[in-house]
T-cell receptor
Framework: GENVEQHPSTLSVQEGDSAVIKCTYS??????FPWYKQELGKRPQLIID?????GEKKDQRIAVTLNKTAKHFSLHITETQPEDSAVYFC???????????FGTGTSLTVIP | EAQVTQNPRYLITVTGKKLTVTCSQN?????MSWYRQDPGLGLRQIYY???????DKGDVPEGYKVSRKEKRNFPLILESPSPNQTSLYFC????????????FGNGTRLTVT
């Protein structure tokens, strides 16, 4: 089955700096890659997603890039703010079988 | 408001006492699933359902049961809970089985003593 690895497990940045979280996947059939943000005590919520026919997608301060050849995708957050502090999960999905395989999460802390 | 509703939010029980965690969605979604979240392990799928009366095992199904008698409801049943099932549980749904965002419930924190 699919194996999604996520790094780093923890990340601290100064407010205003950029943060990058990376994920790799093993199944070349995976074709949908969402990112979820989970604030403390809350449910995961989708922040951005990308499909395999696209190399990059951007939504204001958040961007995701996908390298299908290398089987990795990354979340980029620019101009970080304290409210960006949360746990971020990547996931991979394909058109058959179980829907999603999740990474183990990255705890991001933005220091004011 | 479109949402996935789980109950209860918190549950403390003893080993062996059967319990059910309910999950309901009002978005007419076909796909529903259950995850458990443990520190350092991320979200692991327990069971999922593609449609009414169609359920299948995820990655960690041992000790759990589910049913999908109606489209909107997908309860998680622990017939004989054990301490290793102490975890944070999330129900989720999506409009399509594949390549579609998951909508999560608010979670159920279960403690089994």
């Amino acid at each position: 089955g699919e194996n999604v690895e996520q790094h780093p497990s923890t990340l601290s940045v100064q407010e205003g700096d950029s943060a990058v979280i990376k994920c790799t996947y093993s199944d070349s059939a995976s074709n949908y890659f969402p990112w979820y943000k989970q604030e403390l005590g809350k449910r995961p919520q989708l922040i951005i997603d990308i499909r395999s026919n696209v190399g990059e997608k951007k939504d204001q301060r958040i961007a995701v890039t996908l390298n299908k050849t290398a089987k990795h995708f990354s979340l980029h957050i620019t101009e970080t703010q304290p409210e960006d502090s949360a746990v971020y999960f990547c996931a991979a999905s394909k058109n058959t079988g179980n829907q999603f395989y999740f990474g183990t999460g990255t705890s991001l802390t933005v220091i004011p | 408001e479109a949402q996935v509703t789980q109950n209860p939010r918190y549950l403390i029980t003893v080993t062996g006492k059967k319990l059910t965690v309910t999950c309901s969605q009002n978005m007419n979604h076909e796909y529903m699933s259950w995850y458990r979240q443990d520190p350092g392990l991320g979200l692991r799928q327990i069971y999922y359902s593609m449609n009414v009366e169609v359920t299948d095992k995820g990655d960690v199904p041992e000790g759990y049961k589910v049913s999908r008698k109606e489209k909107r409801n997908f309860p998680l049943i622990l017939e004989s809970p054990s301490p290793n099932q102490t975890s944070l549980y999330f129900c989720a749904s999506s409009g399509r089985p594949y390549n579609s965002p998951l909508h999560f419930g608010n979670g159920t924190r279960l403690t089994v003593t």
